[in-house]
């Protein structure tokens, strides 16, 4: 199956910074996710979109983290206030039918 | 809370030979079984998965067994290729269509010649 389209592939930015991280995927995808993963350590759950609406969000996402699917297409992780230790690989995933969720080639954010 | 659980960090296989990788969960309301290669600096690529009905699921040179008595499964990877080398991640997922996926901590496979 197609994956998703992340955008930027890396990103560098200072602490206290807005970062906007984009997914596009295909139009017929049901449910959307993002995940991160910190240097060296396990990939990590933050939150699930379905219809619009956030379904589950983890501890992680607090109120640094929003998500929205402004035009329909684009599927944005948005962090208001980067934090040194927001630094890490987010990927946007997706699930159409079926069980399986797949994942996108991944944002590299680097907060200094 | 580890709710799945990949307790070797590391394995090395010489190639040609089989890989085994193992992973154990806590959660009995676990329902779907999947695992994922991953390089570094890439997202995760499915490789197979197993829903709570079966007990093996195969797909060419990969095969996941699942026991549920003992909330075990795991990857067997045969014959091992040099580019099988990479960390694999075992993940879970319960119930309802919308449900997230939770990944162990990944074991580091390296296929040696």
């Known amino acids: 199956e197609p994956e998703v389209t992340q955008t930027p592939s890396h990103q560098v930015t200072q602490m206290g910074q807005e970062v906007i991280l984009r997914c596009v995927p295909i139009?017929?995808?049901?449910?959307f996710y993002w995940y991160r993963q910190i240097l060296g350590q396990k990939v990590e759950f933050l939150v699930s979109f379905y219809n619009n609406e956030i379904s589950e969000k983890s501890e992680i996402f607090d109120d640094q983290f929003s998500v929205e699917r402004p035009d329909g297409s684009n599927f944005t992780l948005k962090i208001r206030s980067t934090k040194l230790e927001d630094s890490a690989m987010y990927f946007c995933a997706r699930k159409s039918s079926g069980n399986t969720i797949y994942f996108g080639e991944g944002s590299w954010l680097t907060v200094v | 809370d580890q709710q799945v659980k990949q307790n070797s960090p590391s394995l090395s296989v010489q190639e040609g030979r089989i890989s085994i990788l193992n992973c154990d969960y806590t959660n009995s309301m676990f329902d779907y079984f999947l695992w994922y290669k991953k390089y570094p600096a890439e997202g995760p690529t499915f490789l197979i998965s197993i829903s709570s009905i079966k007990d093996k699921n195969e797909d060419g040179r990969f095969t996941v067994f699942l026991n549920k008595s003992a909330k075990h499964l795991s990857l067997h990877i045969v014959p091992s290729q040099p580019g099988d080398s990479a960390v694999y991640f075992c993940?879970?997922?319960?119930?309802?269509?919308?449900?997230?996926?939770?990944f162990g901590s990944g074991t580091r496979l390296s296929i040696r010649p």
């Open positions: 993940a879970a997922s319960e119930g309802s269509s919308a449900s997230k996926i939770i």
């Open positions: 139009s017929n995808h049901l449910y």
